[in-house]
């Protein structure tokens, strides 16, 4: 059974920093595409970072314009549970969401939000001035 569990959300003011957390368990994909997305209350779920994989390997990564420069995606395969990391520094008011993981069997290239077979609960990010 698959399950993608974030964790790391919370309130930060503009210009601060936070770090997401995803648990992945039971995917058994060789080569994978794990990514971030995040939906604002309101607006459609974007895409905001991608990473991919083959093996324990990181591959490419991939960036949404409006966070390219301020976040890291990154993931780490050490203790038998793959991680995936998002790093977000000089946060906006912009960013604040529900931030979810999620993952496909694959590439990451040419993929869309729709082209992703799991998703966890999400975790939210709140900036405030």
């Known amino acids: 059974q698959v399950q993608l569990v974030e964790s790391g959300g919370g309130s930060v003011q503009a210009g601060g920093s936070l770090r997401l957390s995803c648990a992945a368990s039971?995917?058994?994909?060789?080569?994978?595409?794990m990514g971030w997305f995040r939906q604002a209350q309101g607006k459609e779920r974007e895409e905001v970072a991608k990473?991919?994989?083959?093996?324990?390997?990181?591959?490419?990564?991939?960036?949404s314009d409006s966070v390219k420069g301020r976040f890291t995606i990154s993931q780490d395969n050490a203790k038998n549970t793959l991680m995936v990391y998002l790093e977000m520094k000089s946060l906006k008011l912009e960013d604040t969401a529900m931030y979810y993981c999620?993952?496909?069997?694959?590439?990451?290239?040419?993929?869309?939000?729709?082209?992703?077979?799991?998703w966890g609960q999400g975790t939210q990010v709140t900036i405030s001035s």
């Open positions: 990473i991919y994989s083959v093996g324990g390997a990181s591959g490419n990564t991939y960036y």
């Open positions: 999620a993952a496909r069997g694959g590439n990451c290239a040419g993929s869309s939000l729709a082209d992703f077979d799991y």
């Open positions: 039971g995917l058994s994909y060789s080569r994978k595409c």
